[in-house]
């Protein structure tokens, strides 16, 4: 185990997303899996009465790889982190106008989110039902605009809200959220000039790198990225491992 893997517990309980889901959910507090950091995970689930258990595991150690693989987990996405440092900006276009959001883009906005982010890891087990996996990248992206994130920009056309980016900053590192664009609108480079002003954003926040996270088979995502001068820093693993027939008293 690396030295940051030692948390206090193998597993931690989350409340959110088990309220949203109606699953008792925990999420591993280990990276890399051996026999021992694998029976101790399962018997902490047995013990809560999990339902599901999220492990974001390196892509580098064979032996969490085949441990997963060989205990029915189920691999539900690769998960793509990319970062660039905030020198030489790239010039932001002046034909289409980027703003803070308002109140009354929200249902536009949930509209977009609603349908813009079916490459992400909840879409693809099929545990989840679809239109939760909706509902929560809607839910996402209000709680954004209701202060979970630091700054939520707009893109308009025609005085419509077409698109968003959300993000935050840390200390020298800010971090892309949430990037959407209304399907009518997507292949027109609007995608690019949200992350442009993304950055202009970090930078006057003091920020010295930018960083995003996306999905593996999110191709298109990670070439606006790779354009946008961002290379890749890791590759991870999510794992979706249920427990068919938990009885969780009601």
Same mark, same amino acid.
């Given at each position: 185990?690396?030295?940051?893997?030692?948390?206090?517990?193998?597993? +931690?309980?989350?409340?959110?997303?088990?309220?949203?889901?109606?699953?008792?959910?925990?999420?591993?507090?280990?990276?890399?899996?051996?026999?021992?950091?694998?029976?101790?995970?399962?018997?902490?689930?047995?013990?809560?009465?999990?339902?599901?258990?999220?492990?974001?595991?390196?892509?580098?150690?064979? %032996?969490?790889?085949?441990?997963?693989?060989?205990?029915?987990?189920?691999?539900?996405?690769?998960?793509? +982190?990319?970062?660039? +440092?905030?020198?030489?900006?790239?010039?932001?276009?002046?034909?289409?106008?980027?703003?803070?959001?308002?109140?009354?883009?929200?249902?536009?906005?949930?509209?977009?989110?609603?349908?813009?982010?079916?490459?992400?890891?909840?879409?693809?087990?099929?545990?989840?039902?679809?239109?939760?996996?909706?509902?929560?990248?809607? +839910?996402?992206?209000?709680?954004?605009?209701?202060?979970?994130?630091?700054?939520?920009?707009?893109?308009?056309?025609?005085?419509?809200?077409?698109?968003?980016?959300?993000?935050?900053?840390?200390?020298?590192?800010?971090?892309?959220?949430?990037?959407?664009?209304?399907?009518?609108?997507?292949?027109?480079?609007? !995608?690019?000039?949200?992350?442009?002003?993304?950055?202009?954003?970090?930078?006057?926040?003091?920020?010295?790198?930018?960083?995003?996270?996306?999905?593996?088979?999110?191709?298109?995502? %990670?070439?606006?990225? %790779?354009?946008? !001068?961002?290379?890749?820093?890791?590759?991870?693993?999510?794992?979706?491992?249920?427990?068919?027939?938990?009885?969780?008293?009601?």
């Amino acid at each position: 185990m690396k030295p940051d893997d030692k948390l206090e517990s193998i597993c +931690t309980y989350l409340e959110w997303d088990s309220e949203f889901f109606g699953h008792r959910i925990a999420r591993a507090n280990r990276r890399r899996l051996d026999d021992s950091a694998l029976n101790e995970m399962l018997g902490w689930c047995a013990a809560s009465r999990i339902e599901c258990l999220y492990l974001l595991a390196d892509s580098d150690d064979p %032996q969490t790889t085949r441990l997963a693989e060989t205990n029915e987990f189920l691999l539900a996405d690769v998960r793509i +982190t990319l970062e660039r +440092t905030l020198v030489e900006l790239p010039c932001i276009p002046r034909d289409v106008a980027v703003r803070p959001a308002r109140e009354e883009d929200l249902g536009t906005l949930r509209a977009i989110a609603r349908t813009g982010h079916r490459d992400t890891r909840f879409y693809f087990d099929p545990h989840f039902d679809r239109a939760k996996c909706d509902l929560l990248y809607e +839910t996402w992206i209000e709680r954004s605009f209701r202060g979970s994130a630091e700054v939520v920009l707009v893109a308009e056309v025609a005085r419509k809200a077409v698109g968003y980016i959300t993000g935050h900053h840390r200390g020298d590192e800010a971090q892309i959220g949430l990037i959407g664009v209304a399907e009518g609108h997507q292949g027109s480079g609007l !995608g690019s000039t949200l992350v442009k002003h993304f950055l202009s954003w970090a930078a006057r926040e003091d920020a010295k790198r930018a960083v995003v996270i996306t999905q593996g088979r999110n191709v298109r995502a %990670q070439r606006l990225y %790779q354009r946008s !001068g961002f290379v890749t820093a890791s590759s991870q693993l999510w794992y979706h491992r249920w427990f068919p027939g938990v009885t969780v008293p009601q």
